[in-house]
């Protein structure tokens, strides 16, 4: 099992443009969470999704936008690109989201807006 | 307000002596607590919840609601120890309550 994937691992983009990160969950989950950490700080939530659709949001505008596939796998869409967004974007899947299981995380894949 | 504070951005400690990295929460309700680890090149990965009151890798947390506290702790640090520390919360009952929360991380340096 490979756990929890995310492609791909480094970008770099110019302020204003937009970018698609993609995840596929560990084998067996459905939920996936993704999760923006800029240097030095702790991750903070974005959203989290589920059967498809967004179930949670977090403090985040509406730039960040998602979606999740039939086969479970994510995307995470980000419009007009600020040097802000720069940081590493974690994926997370877990088991149920109406159970508290653990969460798998990926890699992340570091983001460089220039 | 919800929020996971770590006090501490560095901590060095010498092989063999024990560690303490501190962790306090602000929750209106009743959570559920972790302790994640991030070694060097890899990716987070869990290391210990409260409700599982397990000791891995010699590491340990006790969860004090008196004090909101969620200290995680090792009797004789070993350099293997050495990594990235967050602890996080979440709400229990599942559902919408189930984002984790973390704190900004404690770098743990075990030296020789």
């Known amino acids: 099992d490979a756990g929890v994937t995310q492609s791909p691992t480094h970008l770099i983009k110019t302020r204003g443009q937009q970018v698609t990160l993609r995840c596929s969950p560990k084998?067996?989950?459905?939920?996936v969470s993704w999760y923006q950490q800029a240097l030095g700080q702790g991750p903070q939530f974005i959203f989290q999704?589920?059967?498809?659709?967004?179930?949670q949001r977090g403090n985040f505008p509406d730039r960040f936008s998602g979606h999740q596939f039939p086969n479970y796998s994510s995307e995470l869409n980000v419009n007009a690109l600020l040097l802000g967004d720069s940081a590493l974007y974690l994926c997370?899947?877990?088991?149920?989201?109406?159970?508290?299981?653990?969460?798998?995380f990926g890699s992340g894949t570091r983001l460089t807006v220039v | 307000a919800q929020r996971v504070t770590q006090p501490e951005k560095l901590l060095s400690v010498f092989k063999g002596a024990p560690v303490e990295l501190k962790c306090n929460y602000s929750?209106?309700?009743?959570?559920?607590l972790f302790w994640y680890v991030q070694y060097s090149r890899q990716r987070l990965q869990l290391l210990l919840r409260?409700?599982s009151r397990e000791s891995i890798k010699g590491f340990t947390a006790d969860l004090n609601k008196g004090e909101t506290s969620f200290h995680l702790k090792k009797p004789f640090a070993q350099e293997e120890d050495s990594a990235m520390y967050y602890c996080?919360?979440?709400?229990?009952?599942?559902?919408?309550?189930?984002?984790?929360?973390f704190g900004t991380g404690t770098l743990l340096a075990v030296q020789p």
């Open positions: 999704y589920y059967e498809e659709e967004e179930r």
């Open positions: 997370a899947s877990s088991p149920d989201l109406t159970k508290n299981y653990g969460y798998t």
């Open positions: 084998s067996g989950h459905d939920t």
């Open positions: 929750y209106s309700g009743s959570p559920e």
């Open positions: 409260h409700i």
């Open positions: 996080a919360l979440r709400g229990r009952g599942g559902g919408a309550t189930n984002k984790l929360i």
